[in-house]
């Protein structure tokens, strides 16, 4: 990670009038959250794409509760990083800036975001099954199998599984972003679930600038302006010029 990047990104942010960004697990990572495809990806040697279905969730949901049960139990206890904190303050600074989300975790607007889009829902929402009543719900663990207090149908997570269409308004509001925005910056995820991992292709054919910030390298790498390589935590306070 070199200054001379960090400058050039600043500077472009400071001349945006429009500013998106789009975050994965990685951006969670510092704050004690595992990452899907990174190592702790597994639990009882199942994989997210195993649980994040509506099959699974047909075939076990009582399986399928006992994850969310676990990662909301780690949430629990879980603060937002420096990442987070550094993206609420840019908001703070940008006329028209837009956050938008494949985590379900909450932490953004916990870190003080304001305009985010939870692509993949939320995992502090549930949804009935049988009248699609969406209701908040921090209990941990919930219990299991959780009914809706409307009909007694069973709740399911109000979060976007494989195979899943995303909802529409956020859709929407996302590629509302990502046409307009001058710069798009791309923090901590593989670019590998779709249709996230075509926006950095949707912002640049829109004529944005955009940068990625990762730990590795993905598929955005060869579609991105710039990729700093660093840890979220650490590349987006020097970016955003407070020491936080
Ligand atoms: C859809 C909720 C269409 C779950 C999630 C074949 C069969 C079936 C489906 C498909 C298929 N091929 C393609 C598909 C579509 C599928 C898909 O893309 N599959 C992939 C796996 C190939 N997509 C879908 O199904 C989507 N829906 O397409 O619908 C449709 C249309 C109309 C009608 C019906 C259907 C739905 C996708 C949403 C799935 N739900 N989450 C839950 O969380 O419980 S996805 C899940 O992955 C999370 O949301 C997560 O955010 C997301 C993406 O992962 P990342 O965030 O990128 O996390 P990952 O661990 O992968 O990477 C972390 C990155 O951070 C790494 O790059 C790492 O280097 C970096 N990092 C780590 N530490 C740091 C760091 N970077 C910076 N700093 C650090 N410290
Ligand atoms: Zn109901």
Same mark, same amino acid.
């Given at each position: 990670m070199d200054n001379v990047d960090i400058e050039e990104v600043r500077k472009r942010l400071e001349e945006a009038h429009s500013v998106a960004v789009l975050t994965g697990a990685g951006v969670s990572a510092e704050s004690g959250v595992p990452t899907f495809r990174g190592e702790g990806g597994l639990w009882r040697n199942y994989r997210a794409e195993e649980l994040a279905t509506p099959q699974a969730f047909a075939r076990d949901p009582s399986l399928v509760w006992e994850w969310y049960n676990m990662r909301r139990e780690t949430l629990a206890t879980i603060k937002p990083n420096p990442a987070h904190t550094a993206l609420?303050?840019?908001?703070? =600074?940008?006329?028209?800036?837009? %956050?938008? #989300?494949?985590?379900?975790?909450?932490l953004h607007e916990m870190g003080g975001s304001r305009n985010v889009i939870e692509l993949?829902?939320? $995992?502090? =929402?549930? =949804?009935? !099954?049988?009248?699609?009543?969406? !209701?908040?719900?921090?209990?941990?663990? $919930?219990?299991?199998?959780?009914?809706c207090g409307e009909c007694g149908a069973l709740l399911r997570p109000h979060i976007v599984w494989f195979g899943e269409a995303l909802p529409g308004d956020a859709i929407t509001a996302a590629?509302?972003?990502?046409? =307009?925005?001058?710069?798009?910056?791309?923090? +901590? #995820?593989?670019?590998?679930?779709?249709?996230?991992?075509?926006?950095?292709? /949707?912002?640049?054919?829109? +004529?944005?600038?955009?940068?990625?910030?990762?730990?590795? %390298? !993905?598929?955005?790498? !060869? /579609?991105?302006?710039? #990729? $700093?390589?660093?840890?979220?935590?650490?590349?987006?306070?020097?970016?955003?010029?407070?020491? %936080?």
């Open positions: 609420a303050m840019l908001e703070g =600074r940008v006329e028209d800036f837009t %956050l938008i #989300t494949q985590n379900v975790d909450g993949h829902g939320s $995992i502090w =929402r549930v =949804r009935c !099954t049988g009248c699609s009543a969406v !209701t908040e719900n921090h209990d941990i663990p $919930i219990a299991i199998p959780p009914s590629y509302g972003a990502l046409e =307009r925005c001058d710069v798009l910056r791309v923090i +901590g #995820t593989s670019g590998v679930v779709q249709p996230a991992a075509s926006m950095a292709s /949707v912002a640049k054919g829109a +004529g944005a600038y955009v940068v990625e910030v990762n730990i590795e %390298l !993905t598929p955005n790498t !060869t /579609v991105v302006d710039k #990729t $700093i390589a660093g840890k979220a935590a650490e590349v987006l306070p020097l970016i955003v010029g407070q020491n %936080l």
